[in-house]
């Protein structure tokens, strides 16, 4: 038995009067084309929705001992298929990311007078201050303690 093409359907399909066989490739070709189009448009809407998510989870977790995996999971997404969408939408890898968005955090909060180095630490993730120094210090060029000395002073 046939499939049934209604007849709406194949109004949608416009099939001009072809006489050349070439004229039939060329149309085809060309169908094929807009349908990959319509594709890769459609992956990469979907790609950058699933990129403003990840960046909107990160935000909330960063705190925590935040993994790649977690921010997959999330997703619904295979690790290792996340890691590198990831690293070619953002240009830096996951753990680069994570990293510079706590560096900045720490940067932000390292002009509140109120809140000793110790505390900072903790509010953005890390939860060993000598790892903390040694990560601010290769980010920045300098440890913790100087950056936030030129901090107060400026301000």
């Known amino acids: 038995s046939y499939m049934e093409i209604h007849p709406e359907t194949a109004k949608k399909f416009h099939i001009p009067d072809i006489n050349e ?43 925590e001992d935040l993994s790649l995996e977690q921010v997959a999971n999330y997703l619904k997404l295979n690790p290792v298929y996340f890691s590198k969408l990831f690293k070619k939408q953002t240009g830096e890898t996951f753990s680069d990311y994570l990293m510079n968005l706590r560096i900045n955090k720490a940067k932000q909060l390292m002009e509140k007078r109120e809140l000793n180095l110790k505390e900072i630490c903790y ?33």
């Open 21 to 63: 066989i070439s004229q039939l490739k060329m149309i085809v070709e060309q169908q094929i084309i807009n349908l990959i189009t319509k594709i890769d448009r459609e992956k990469e809407i979907k790609t950058n929705h699933l990129m403003i998510l990840a960046r909107e989870y990160i935000a909330h977790h960063f705190i």
């Open 123 to 155: 509010q953005v993730g890390y939860n060993d201050p000598n790892y903390f120094s040694r990560v601010f210090k290769k980010c920045t060029n300098e440890s913790p303690k100087e950056y936030r000395k030129k901090v107060l002073m400026n301000s």
